[in-house]
Nanobody
Framework: QVRVVESGGGLAQAGGSLRLSCVAS????????MGWYRQAPGEQRELVAR???????EYADSVKGRFTISRDSGKNTLYLRMDSLKPDDTAVYYC?????????WGQGTQVTVSS
């Protein structure tokens, strides 16, 4: 059984910063990839950033240069540093851990950016 738990969401002003954390625990020793996704009201869930065990990182175009993903593979811990936040970044942010063709999702954490 796998458990994924996010933390660190909240309210920020435009131009401000927030840091999200995610811990994946359970029966899988190391996840092949972990990533952050977000879903705004009325919108589909979208990729924000993802990091693989091999060190490959990818970002959505909308967050490049503003968000930084980092991963402590030995602890299956994932972080997302969000700078220069915009109201359009408002969404529920989900952490996902991937292994053996399966995706394990957290419950999500709300990020709200006021103008």
């Amino acid at each position: 059984q796998v458990r994924v738990v996010e933390s660190g969401g909240g309210l920020a002003q435009a131009g401000g910063s927030l840091r999200l954390s995610c811990v994946a625990s359970g029966s899988i020793f190391i996840f092949a990839a972990m990533g952050w996704y977000r879903q705004a009201p009325g919108e589909q869930r979208e990729l924000v950033a993802r990091a693989t065990i091999g060190g490959r990182v990818e970002y959505a175009d909308s967050v490049k240069g503003r968000f930084t993903i980092s991963r402590d593979s030995g602890k299956n811990t994932l972080y997302l540093r969000m700078d220069s936040l915009k109201p359009d970044d408002t969404a529920v942010y989900y952490c996902a851990a991937f292994h053996g063709g399966e995706a394990y999702w957290g419950q999500g954490t709300q990020v709200t950016v006021s103008s």
